[in-house]
């Protein structure tokens, strides 16, 4: 467990755990468990009373890359429920919010997106520009309304956490717990429930672009109904989700995973250990249907306002944009180089997995840098900013493995 030796002060607010000494080489309490990082955390939790059901290294600091928007959703739920603002409200873009690196909108400074917008935009494109947007509406700039989110943060209970930003890009004095994102989970889930309604939107229109939601789970776990995803080098593939199966609601955190298919399936794999605990049935694992509407209709007579379930596309394009796309970056003479350019070409897409490809050209092997399991949207937009920054990006379709675009 971090002692308060962990836990030291900088500047008020802010502290910088020792990763050294408060994060060492983690091993699981199970092979069930453990997925084999130094930066993993878990915990699955019952929702309706806080028990914890499942814990390994849940109060060690972790970087919380944009599961911080978590909290950033939260200071905009309360403002909402206390009126001081409300949905058809609009956010001013400025220059430092549309600066942001992706993922993002593509907001434009001097323009405005309505608060709505603004919370749709968090939960499906995980928009960092649309976070840093809110975060300067509510707080008068980014900065203090980091220090408004750490204020509540701690007040919630969350002790072990301080928030540097609104959207969770990289910041040094940024770190939470397991343990701390499950309480916020909860909180979201029991005290604003005619806003919960909005992480189950599988996707919203922007622009007359349809965004889908980044989060998997939505559509491979029967039961779950949102929350947040997040990745940075820094902190590796994480995710909180919240599930109902037999009237029972549970929270699993899951933090330091490898990639997204190794963070989902683990996922999966703890909240079906948690059910079972709890004596509720599993099931068979299908496809769980779309849940906007139902969560819509049973919610009504308490919410203020209702977003619209969005009309889907043609099964056929529904297919193409939900089917995994590759980008490639390039083919280098070494595995270690082609890795280090994929990385940072995953950076930038915000999802996907890393894969390095060896092939053999005129007779010599070369391996090729590239990024998988990316929706289309996310894609263009990743070989947009690569062809900014001078690096060669290609899009790769899925099946016929064509080429889209440079």
């Known amino acids: 467990m971090a002692g308060n030796a962990c836990?030291?002060?900088?500047?008020?607010?802010?502290?910088?755990?020792?990763?050294?000494?408060?994060?060492?080489?983690?091993?699981?309490?199970?092979?069930?468990?453990?997925?084999?990082?130094?930066?993993?955390?878990?915990?699955?939790?019952?929702?309706?009373?806080?028990?914890?059901?499942?814990?390994?290294?849940?109060?060690?600091?972790?970087?919380?890359?944009?599961?911080?928007k978590m909290m950033t959703l939260y200071m905009t739920f309360e403002a909402l429920r206390d009126r001081r603002i409300s949905l058809d409200d609009t956010v001013p873009v400025t220059g430092h919010a549309a600066s942001m690196e992706p993922t993002k909108l593509g907001l434009v400074p001097g323009t405005r997106l309505t608060v709505e917008e603004a919370i749709l935009g968090l939960i499906t494109k995980s928009a960092n520009d649309a976070a840093a947007a809110l975060g300067e509406f509510l707080g008068g700039s980014e900065d203090r309304f980091a220090q408004m989110m750490t204020l509540r943060a701690r007040a919630l209970g969350m002790s072990r956490t301080t928030f540097g930003n609104a959207s969770g890009l990289p910041d040094p004095d940024q770190w939470t717990t397991a343990r701390d994102l499950a309480i916020l989970a909860r909180h979201l889930i029991n005290d604003f429930p005619s806003y919960y309604r909005y992480f189950s939107v599988p996707s919203f229109t922007w622009h007359r672009r349809v965004i889908f939601n980044h989060d998997n789970m939505l559509r491979t776990y029967p039961g779950a109904d949102g929350l947040k995803t997040g990745y940075t080098v820094a902190s590796g593939h994480n995710l909180v989700t919240s599930a109902v199966r037999g009237g029972v609601r549970l929270i699993g955190v899951v933090l330091g995973a490898g990639s997204n298919s190794e963070r989902d399936i683990h996922m999966a794999a703890l909240l079906d250990q948690s059910f079972t605990q709890m004596d509720v049935p599993i099931g068979r694992r299908t496809a769980p249907q779309p849940r906007m509407m139902l969560i819509a209709s049973a919610r009504a007579a308490e919410a203020p306002?209702?977003?619209?379930?969005?009309?889907?596309?043609?099964?056929?394009?529904?297919?193409?944009?939900?089917?995994?796309?590759?980008i490639q970056v390039g083919a280098f003479g070494t595995q270690a180089a082609a890795r280090t350019a994929a990385a940072n070409a995953r950076r930038l897409a915000d999802g996907g997995d890393i894969r390095v490809e060896p092939v053999t050209v005129k007779r010599k092997p070369v391996y090729r840098a590239q990024v998988v399991g990316l929706r289309p949207s996310d894609a263009q937009?990743?070989?947009?900013?690569?062809?900014?920054?001078?690096t060669p990006c290609v899009i790769i379709k899925p099946v016929l493995r064509d080429v889209a675009s440079r």
């Open 7 to 68: 836990l030291p002060r900088k500047r008020s607010l802010r502290w910088l755990p020792s990763v050294a000494t408060c994060v060492g080489l983690i091993w699981a309490a199970s092979a069930h468990a453990q997925i084999g990082s130094a930066r993993y955390s878990s915990i699955v939790v019952d929702a309706a009373t806080g028990n914890v059901l499942e814990d390994v290294n849940a109060d060690q600091p972790r970087h919380p890359a944009s599961l911080t």
């Open 305 to 326: 306002a209702r977003p619209q379930a969005l009309p889907q596309p043609p099964a056929q394009a529904a297919r193409l944009h939900q089917a995994a796309w590759t």
């Open 381 to 390: 937009e990743a070989c947009t900013a690569l062809n900014r920054r001078k």
